[in-house]
């Protein structure tokens, strides 16, 4: 490692200049792997499309932490904050340095960071232009967007393959989330908000409930777009600590600490964690526009949330 550190100062391995595919992930963590071959890159999951879903491992810490990003295919941006989350940390910790006035060093000694930095790669390929428009797949995605003509197609798809709404998949409050989307004209496979057939049917939920089962996760972040906004309690569950480390989130990153909206407060992997769980977990809703919010929008966004994604792994 000693050998690589001029090549590793001036390498940069994530992009942030372009839209970002499950193709282009695929490469940046060949690459990451390559330069930092102290990562832990393994597969999660699969998608409904059978497509990998890898996590990433920094650290050797027992106390776990879990991020994860583009549960929502309109907001793949997030994907690319968290891998260039990764590129940084491993970065600052090759060379000695802190981040954001903390020891790498130090985290990676004491805390394993899991990330899955996309969660519906179906969905991001959609809507980052990288289907075939002449394709069968293409063509589902178009039979079910044309039954919901006011959404923006593929602009506000949301959903997995399948037309189900990720984020409305976990068990807290899903036969609520059921009848609040029934009302609203989202009973059937949609672009977004179509609770599916019942919590966790789809694999992509399936997995991410799965892993989380599989760890001791004492916080989670889930990384959506617009608002700028963090979101940090579950009906009248309010987790130790949560409230307080929500404040120093939104310190950080200049966003508002706020309550879910009721009709957007069942079913959610944060809901269900905070619910089984009574342990921090956050919504945070980078950036600020109308989805998918534009790759000029990551300078800001990241800069924002770097804090956030370092405080994430001292707290607790």
């Not at 330069?35 to 890159?41: M, S, T």
């Not at 990433?56 to 990003?69: M, S, W």
């Not at 006011?150 to 009848?179: C, H, M, R, Y």
Request: aromatic share 14%; proline share 6%.
């Amino acid at each position: 490692m000693q050998e690589n550190r001029e090549e590793i100062d001036t390498i940069e391995i994530v992009p942030t200049n372009q839209m970002y595919s499950y193709e282009i992930m695929n490469q940046n963590l060949n690459e990451l792997k390559r330069a930092y071959p102290f990562l832990e890159i393994k597969t999660a999951g699969y998608s409904v499309l059978g497509k990998p879903i890898p996590y990433i491992r920094i650290g050797t810490g027992e106390k776990e932490v879990l991020y994860h990003a583009s549960i929502h295919a309109n907001e793949w941006i997030t994907s690319v904050v968290l891998m260039k989350f990764v590129e940084n940390f491993c970065k600052a910790y090759v060379f000695g340095q802190n981040l954001q006035g903390y020891s790498t060093q130090d985290l990676f000694r004491r805390v394993s960071l899991y990330i899955i930095p996309m969660v519906n790669p179906d969905g991001v390929d959609l809507v980052t232009g990288n289907v075939d428009k002449e394709s069968k797949v293409y063509q589902n995605y178009a039979d079910i967007a044309y039954k919901f003509p006011t959404i923006p197609f593929p602009d506000g798809w949301k959903a997995n393959f399948n037309g189900v709404d990720l984020n409305l998949q976990f068990p807290a409050g899903w036969e609520d989330a059921k009848k609040i989307k029934y009302q609203q004209g989202f009973d059937s496979p949609a672009p977004r908000d179509f609770v599916g057939e019942g919590p966790l049917t789809q694999p992509e939920a399936l997995m991410l409930y799965q892993f989380t089962l599989d760890h001791n996760f004492v916080l989670t972040i889930s990384y959506h777009t617009q608002g700028e906004e963090i979101y940090w309690n579950f009906q009248n569950i309010n987790p130790p600590h949560g409230y307080e480390i929500g404040r120093k989130f939104a310190e950080i990153s200049g966003y508002s600490l706020e309550e879910v909206p009721y009709n957007s407060s069942f079913a959610g992997y944060k809901d269900w964690f905070i619910q089984d769980y009574n342990r921090p977990g956050y919504t945070i809703e980078a950036g600020i526009g109308e989805n998918p919010l534009p790759i000029s929008q990551f300078e800001q966004m990241y800069h924002d949330n770097e804090g956030i994604l370092i405080y994430g792994m001292i707290i607790i």
